[in-house]
């Protein structure tokens, strides 16, 4: 009997693989390219001029400037406008003040007074009611005259102290900011509108009108001259709170804002 022996299995050979490539480093696999590569690409996208973004930064800021101070000046113009008015406003209640002040010191005894010129007046009726001839018979009567008239001086001289003077009508043109017609007396001979006729004395206090003269005019005469009109001072120019605009709003003094 024959030993055979089992013939041995052939050896099956490991196919090779391919030798793997080196792993690149942690930096490289990340994105980052190689030197070369980045100077390529920084040739192919350059950075822009930092020259020309500064120009622009600064044309920028001269304008912003300027714009600024147009606005800070158009404010200061406000305020110096707004600060102008304000002292004119500020004169203007100084001056009436000192206005209401003199006319309330000088017009303050003008009830007073009209009641005194109606005192006046009765003297002067009762005086008119005695002639020469009757005084001249009546020794008495005479020396009562002389008292009246005495008490009328005294008090004509008080009523000048104060300024209560009286109107001189008779023989004027009729002014009708003294004067208040009763009635009207044909006469020829004079100008049309003259005063001949006294019924009431008038008086003024100060400037001011305290009671019209109460008079009878003429008609039927020749036509009066024109009245020339008072020409105004050369001095005379308007009184300005500031200097500007004299039309603008609050320039003149006494001007409601």
Known sequence: MTDTKPDPKPETETPTEPAAEPEAPED???GDMAPDDAAQVDLEIPEPPQAHREEGEGASDEGAAAARVAELLVEVDTLKDRLL???A???NLRRRAQREKEDASKYAIANFAREMVGVADNLRRALDSVDGETRSADASLDSLATGVEMTERAMLAAFDKVGITRIEAEGKLFD???H???FEVPNPEVPAGTV???METGYVLADRLLRPARVGVARG???PEPRAEAEPAPDAKASTAYEGDPSAKGANLDEEL
Do not use: D, F, I, Y
Request: no cysteine; hydrophobic share 40%.
């Open 176 to 178: 009708h900011n003294l």
């Open 180 to 182: 208040e017609a009763m």
């Open 89 to 91: 406003e500020t004169e």
């Open 196 to 198: 001949v006729t006294v």
């Open 28 to 30: 490289m696999a990340q």
């Open 85 to 87: 008015r304000q002292v």
């Open 221 to 223: 005469g020749p036509k």
